[in-house]
């Protein structure tokens, strides 16, 4: 494995930063954590967008939060056919290991992975319906969410479908019997969240009208 | 979607405490992040364990990283079967779309995921062998890895496979045309690391030495 | 004093985020309590258990509630002999400086502390015995508690001695003359509540059924 | 007891406001924290004053810090005469039981208790002094701290005396063979803070200017 190479100095040196003080500041805390395992409170499924910040937005400490991020938040429906699921393994240890109290979905403003997902839905960039795409492939769980946003003027549709997938993981969500099962007992509860880069306002999805409102 | 509940008070008010702080003080550079798109330098793969913080490490700031966070930091081989890869998404965009300079991955100590690859491959935990196991079938991954590791000392054979969790990552990130391709092309770079909770203690893989060596 | 720390980073941080919001709020408010005193309008005497929360209960506002906290929410007898009295001289301060119309103790479900008075009490803690621990010392104030349980069956000993804790308190209460003289001018009334950690629940005694009914 | 009242409405009201909301919210994660037991970060020893929230200063949720409140956040010095210590009790559950990682002293301005010591030992308040008075007796622990500030102009001697409060706490928690033995080993770190009530800023003893600086 020639290939594999050391760190960067600047990562480096973050890193003994961090340790210096961070660390420093909070060792028995890290001690316990390992040596008693973690109890997070709540999941939160995030999109790898280097501008969404979960541990910074919601001050999540070292033990708080177990955190999934993928492109564009999303979350598969229920499939069992043996494949590797990635998603659906970190849902599924949340939820019947950690039994986390919450399943949080953050969805966020400027996301490439749902500006492509529009632009294949609309046919303006077929190489991502190629089955050697994997972003395409991957979008294409919020293919259902484009239908719903598809007659929307298109200087809207774009952020209209960041909202719908969260709306859609959320859907899908409830596809996973141990998911509904935990809702439907009262010991689990499901959020929609999204979080405008630039303005840095969160709007949450409500039940009761049925639309994402500022926070 | 009546079972979507309004954000619990305490996770609110963390976020009206950031947006008072962090995001005023950053205000014009949230904006930029906004209009200009991320340009992250690197993409971190990372574990969803709460314990584990990229950010935290790595002083990591809004637009810096491209994070990928899934249960034991895995990356598995390349397939072009036209099904749902999240972790394969992923690596795709920040290589080819992002044009990162490294690819990271992160592994740790005391994880769960690890555990429990290691009881499912040693014979006890049968249940994760069952195909309705998400777990078991993300894990399954890690079989090559724990060949290597099941002639060790049996209180070895976690944490070895912990780190091989990191070199099973790295070998099959090398599976994937476009990675090889940038890593022989000089243009990104594969680095593997592993942290130690409990002592803060950070290790990476040495392709000369062929060994794990603290930073 | 080289061994005093500075605080850790994520205490600085949420200080920060209560200093933008909700001090900034109320400015003019703490500004008053400050050049004008507090002016309580009950006394709460509670565990220090970090999941009974007095002030997210009662929606406690700054300057409403003179709050003590100590093990298992006990008031020791009055015994004047000259001694550090902590819990004492917060009773005396708010019923004779600050004349509170109120002293509420409240119990809970769950505690620690009470679980070591009944195994102390039942011989299963011998080391509670000893002169040298301070829990077992501080628990000797609910011994008459125990012995009013322990005919009980064992699995309903430890919820009983948690609502005894609330009654002996009570009763030691007024063997305060302050505190006698303050009741019997109706100048002050007293309040026993149980909280159970688990269902959320609140029973208060009630001096006609003498027992504790659910609020 | 005959002299137990019920519940005044406006405390029965909040709770089932409480219980309606953040309980309701949070049900989950209350279940957990009854059936798992409490796991407190740190230990925060503070004043029974109404206008005093640590949990409001720092966001301190369910299971967050394991809280004491007394007259003056004072902690006595050790002393194992087989008394009932409320303040040692806590302070050795804390400690030697829970394992928090932080004890953290939180001391702050216009302090009712501090102002009556001050007079105390200035000879303004002589009923202080009588050993009748718990008040009096309790803050007798502060007078090595009045010896240090009685020099200085009388308008500076309540609020050093404020700070000084904090550094003898500090002090007398080192005379604790458990807290000293934490401390050395690296398994417990302490903490000296100051709160304006007006102005809300807080500061922190530094050890190394040994002085108290804004945060």
Redesign the interface.
Same mark, same amino acid.
């Given at each position: 494995?020639?290939?594999?190479?050391?760190?960067?100095t600047y990562?480096?040196q973050?890193?003994?930063?961090?340790?210096a003080?961070?660390?420093t500041?909070?060792?028995?805390?890290?001690?316990?954590?390992?040596?008693?395992?973690?109890?997070?409170?709540?999941?939160i499924i995030s999109c790898?967008?280097?501008?969404v910040?979960v541990?910074?937005?919601?001050?999540?400490?070292?033990?708080?939060?177990?955190?999934?991020?993928?492109?564009a938040n999303?979350v598969?429906p229920f499939t069992?056919d043996?494949?590797? $699921? =990635?998603?659906?393994?970190? &849902?599924?240890?949340?939820v019947t290991?950690l039994?986390v +109290?919450?399943v949080?979905v953050l969805g966020h403003?400027?996301c490439?992975?749902i500006k492509g997902c529009h632009d294949m839905c609309a046919g303006l960039a077929p190489e991502l319906e190629d089955?050697?795409?994997?972003?395409g492939?991957?979008?294409?769980?919020m293919r259902p969410g484009y239908d719903r946003v598809s007659s929307l003027p298109e200087e809207d549709r774009t952020r209209a479908l960041e909202k719908e997938a969260v709306?859609v993981s959320?859907?899908n969500l409830?596809t996973f019997p141990f998911v509904q099962e935990a809702?439907e007992s009262?010991?689990?509860?499901? $959020? =929609?969240?999204w979080n405008? &880069?630039?303005?840095?306002?969160?709007q949450?999805?409500? +039940?009761e009208s049925?639309s994402f409102v500022a926070?």
């Open positions: 494995m020639q290939y594999v190479k050391n760190l960067p990562m480096v973050r890193y003994h930063g961090w340790k003080t961070t660390y500041e909070n060792k028995a805390w890290y001690r316990r954590l390992a040596d008693e395992g973690q109890r997070p409170r709540a999941m790898c967008d280097s501008r910040h541990t910074s937005i919601f001050g999540a400490d070292e033990g708080e939060f177990f955190i999934h991020r993928n492109i999303l598969p069992q043996g494949d590797h $699921h =990635g998603t659906s393994a970190a &849902i599924e240890y949340a290991a039994k +109290a919450h949080v403003s400027n490439g992975g089955k050697s795409s994997f972003v492939r991957w979008m294409d769980i709306l959320l859907e409830m809702v009262g010991r689990l509860s499901l $959020h =929609g969240l405008d &880069i630039g303005d840095g306002s969160l949450q999805y409500e +039940a049925r926070i």
